[in-house]
């Protein structure tokens, strides 16, 4: 009886850590993507598959991913946000913000990033850039510094 008991309780804590397993590989793909991207400074090198045409001594556009925010730098004010969702390559901007300065010169590049970053859907990393995606078309070329 004690045997047949041991016997049972040993597949059941077996089966029981092998779903565990599957379970965690789920989320570590999640982790996975999340921890390729994060905490890296990723520098504007197209926008709408158009290089940057900024003034001369303007400093590059800029975003780095933070858990569930972002901060970044468009040009003339620093942007920022929350509610960043990735998952696979999935990826969606919900909360966009940034400083109110106004810059002529580069106004229009900055208003560009914004509008592209609430329509982001998707990323893939490719030739050491990351691509931002929009319902399967590429929006941004970031490379990481």
Same mark, same amino acid.
């Given at each position: 009886?004690?045997?047949?008991?041991?016997?049972?309780?040993?597949l059941f804590? %077996?089966m #029981?850590?092998?779903k565990c +397993?599957n379970d @965690?590989?789920?989320?570590?793909?999640?982790m =996975?993507?999340?921890?390729?991207?994060?905490?890296?400074? /990723?520098v504007l090198q197209?926008?709408? !598959?158009?290089a940057?045409?900024?003034?001369?001594? @303007?400093?590059q556009? /800029?975003? +780095?991913?933070?858990?569930?925010n972002f901060?970044g730098? !468009? $040009?003339?004010?620093?942007?920022m946000g929350? !509610? *960043?969702? %990735?998952? $696979?390559?999935?990826? #969606?901007f919900?909360s966009? $913000?940034s400083?109110?300065?106004y810059?002529?010169?580069v106004q229009?590049?900055? =208003?560009?990033?914004?509008?592209?970053?609430?329509? *982001? =859907?998707?990323?893939k990393?490719? =030739?050491g850039l990351l691509k931002?995606? !929009?319902e399967g078309?590429?929006?941004?070329a970031l +490379?990481?510094?």
């Amino acid at each position: 009886m004690m045997k047949n008991l041991t016997i049972a309780l040993s597949l059941f804590i %077996l089966m #029981s850590a092998n779903k565990c +397993k599957n379970d @965690t590989d789920g989320g570590t793909k999640s982790m =996975d993507a999340m921890s390729s991207i994060a905490d890296t400074k /990723w520098v504007l090198q197209s926008l709408g !598959g158009n290089a940057l045409d900024l003034p001369e001594g @303007t400093e590059q556009p /800029w975003l +780095k991913l933070a858990g569930e925010n972002f901060e970044g730098f !468009g $040009g003339c004010n620093s942007l920022m946000g929350t !509610g *960043v969702a %990735l998952a $696979g390559d999935a990826l #969606s901007f919900k909360s966009i $913000g940034s400083t109110k300065k106004y810059c002529a010169d580069v106004q229009p590049t900055e =208003d560009a990033i914004k509008s592209m970053l609430g329509k *982001v =859907d998707s990323y893939k990393m490719e =030739d050491g850039l990351l691509k931002l995606i !929009g319902e399967g078309t590429e929006l941004a070329a970031l +490379k990481g510094m």
